[in-house]
C-alpha cells in the first residue's frame, strides 16, 4: 500500500514541469495522495491544468497569493470539500535583481502570501 493512500493534498505553485511543486505533487502523487491544485491567473492555468489532470487532480482552481483572506477561503473550501491532509506550497517571489525587463520596479512586493517550501499537515 503506498505511503499516503487515503490522505489528499492542496497543491499550490506548480509553474511547469521543472517547478519544485511538481516535483512535489509527483512524489505526493507517486505515494498515493489524491492532489487538488492552485494556479494564480489564465496563463498559469495553461500550463498548470494539463500538469494536474496528468496526476488525476479533478479539483483545479484559481488563487489571489496577494490575498489572505482567498488564501484561506480556498484552504478552507478545499478541506470541506476534499478533505486535504495536506498543503505545499512552492511558490517563490522574484529578487528585484532577477527580474530582466527595464521598466520592471524594482521593488519586490510588499508582502508575499505565499512562502517558499511550505509543507504543512492540516489534520
Known amino acids: 500500500m503506498p505511503f499516503l493512500a487515503g490522505k489528499r493534498a492542496l497543491i499550490v505553485g506548480v509553474a511547469s514541469e521543472r517547478s519544485i511543486a511538481w516535483g512535489i505533487a509527483q512524489a505526493l502523487h507517486r505515494?498515493?495522495?489524491e492532489l487538488a491544485s492552485l494556479y494564480v491567473n489564465d496563463k498559469m492555468k495553461e500550463r498548470?491544468?494539463?500538469l494536474a489532470r496528468s496526476l488525476g487532480c479533478s479539483v483545479i482552481l484559481p488563487l489571489d497569493v496577494t490575498n489572505d483572506a482567498e488564501i484561506g477561503?480556498?484552504?478552507r473550501q478545499n478541506?470541506?470539500?476534499?478533505?486535504?491532509t495536506w498543503?505545499?506550497?512552492s511558490m517563490q517571489w522574484p529578487s528585484p535583481h532577477a527580474r530582466r525587463s527595464p521598466a520592471a520596479s524594482s521593488t519586490?512586493?510588499?508582502k508575499p502570501s505565499a512562502s517558499p517550501m511550505t509543507?504543512?499537515?492540516t489534520a
Not at 79 to 84: D, F, L, N, R, T
Open 31 to 33: 505515494e498515493g495522495a
Open 48 to 50: 498548470v491544468e494539463p
Open 73 to 75: 477561503r480556498r484552504v
Open 79 to 84: 478541506q470541506e470539500a476534499a478533505g486535504a
Open 87 to 89: 498543503i505545499s506550497s
Open 108 to 110: 519586490p512586493p510588499a
Open 119 to 121: 509543507c504543512r499537515a
